[in-house]
């Protein structure tokens, strides 16, 4: 069974501050996407990583897939209040339906 | 113009009644997902429907039914209510079987079984 285990679970900062937030597995993916769930809203897709060793940049949001495509990262540069939210990282494999989600990470910045 | 949409939003209710969830997407796409995600918010894939056809059944209890009219509708029957089928389930769309299989998803529907 292919698992994504994100950490921390729980994260709380100050406006202005840097956090990464890590997303790991022992299962190889095809491509690794991050979503961002706002309270009552469904997930949004953020980004999608592909090729191993892939950095792709989303304004202060910089998402990095690890060279053996088994792990990724969201670094988050002068975090705003307007970052608060879930963060979700998921996999899937080409050619099947099936996007296995980690637990996610709750980011709260403070103003 | 909703790409995926709900309905109901939210849904209170009494253990042992039957109730069902719509969910529409006006994307075009081929997939369509059920997801329940708990007060952990976890989110746990239920079932998926390629072109109508049902691909995926992660061990629902059977008193969760499926049905896909057409490609951009996927509803969801519950029989039987229990107090642990109170969640939030999510409806999603997808591309068909891509690469990528990102995932777009719907408001979501707050069960509260009492």
């Known amino acids: 069974t292919q698992l994504l285990e994100q950490s921390p679970q729980f994260l709380s900062i100050q406006e202005g501050e840097n956090l990464t937030v890590y997303c790991n597995s022992s299962s190889v993916f095809s491509s690794l996407q991050w979503y961002r769930q706002e309270p009552g809203e469904g997930p949004v897709l953020l980004v999608t990583?592909?090729?191993?060793?892939e950095v792709k940049k989303l304004k202060r949001l910089t998402f990095q897939f690890g060279d053996a495509r088994k792990d990724s990262s969201l670094h988050i540069t002068a975090a705003q209040p307007g970052d608060t939210g879930l963060y979700l990282c998921a996999g899937a494999n080409t050619g099947g339906f099936k996007t296995i989600f980690g637990a996610g990470t709750r980011l709260f910045v403070k103003a | 113009d909703t790409a995926v949409s709900q309905t109901p939003k939210y849904l209170v209710t009494q253990m042992g009644n039957d109730k069902s969830i719509k969910c529409e997407q006006n994307?075009?796409?081929?997939?369509m997902y059920w997801y329940k995600q708990d007060s952990k918010k976890f989110l746990k894939i239920m079932f998926s429907y390629n072109n109508k056809e049902l691909i995926i059944n992660e061990t629902v209890p059977n008193r969760f039914s499926p049905k896909s009219p057409d490609k951009a509708h996927l509803n969801l029957h519950i029989n039987s209510l229990e107090l642990g089928d109170s969640a939030v389930y999510f409806c999603?769309?997808?591309?068909?079987?891509?690469?990528?299989?990102?995932?777009?998803f719907g408001p979501g529907t707050r069960l509260t079984v009492l």
């Open positions: 999603a769309s997808s591309h068909d079987r891509g690469r990528y299989n990102e995932q777009f």
């Open positions: 990583v592909v090729t191993g060793g």
């Open positions: 994307l075009g796409h081929d997939t």
